[in-house]
């Protein structure tokens, strides 16, 4: 599975983007796909993931209410909408994949992925 994220961008505080992911490859809808972030001088921390049907998603507590991760199988394309930016959601943003039907907390951790696309720089300005 090979995975590119795009959409990123220069956004002011408040205001909102829409990533997406677009993976290569035909067993994409049995991976659950994740999205990690990294901010300048701080660890890549997951984001949010969502099943490889799309019915169950997870987010992280910062994200949570503000972030919403969705997938259209038949695009092979994995969506991250996030509304009510501000400045600390500043970094660059991974798509990534684990292992075929896999989902859960134990899952969604760096180790627990198989495939990254290459990153998107999203900067929030205050």
């Known amino acids: 599975v090979q995975l590119q994220a795009s959409g990123g961008g220069l956004v002011q505080a408040g205001g909102s983007l829409r990533l997406s992911c677009a993976a290569s490859?035909?067993?994409?809808?049995?991976?659950?796909m994740n999205w990690f972030r990294q901010a300048p001088g701080k660890e890549r921390e997951f984001v949010a993931s969502i099943s490889w049907s799309g019915s169950r998603t997870y987010y992280a507590d910062s994200v949570k209410g503000r972030f919403t991760t969705s997938r259209d199988n038949g695009k092979n394309t994995v969506y991250l909408q996030m509304n009510s930016l501000k400045p600390e959601d500043t970094a660059v943003y991974f798509c990534a994949a684990g292992y075929p039907y896999s989902f859960g907390l134990a899952t969604m951790t760096l180790d627990g992925m198989n495939y990254w696309g290459k990153g998107t720089q999203v900067t929030v300005s205050s």
């Open positions: 490859g035909r067993a994409f809808s049995s991976y659950s």
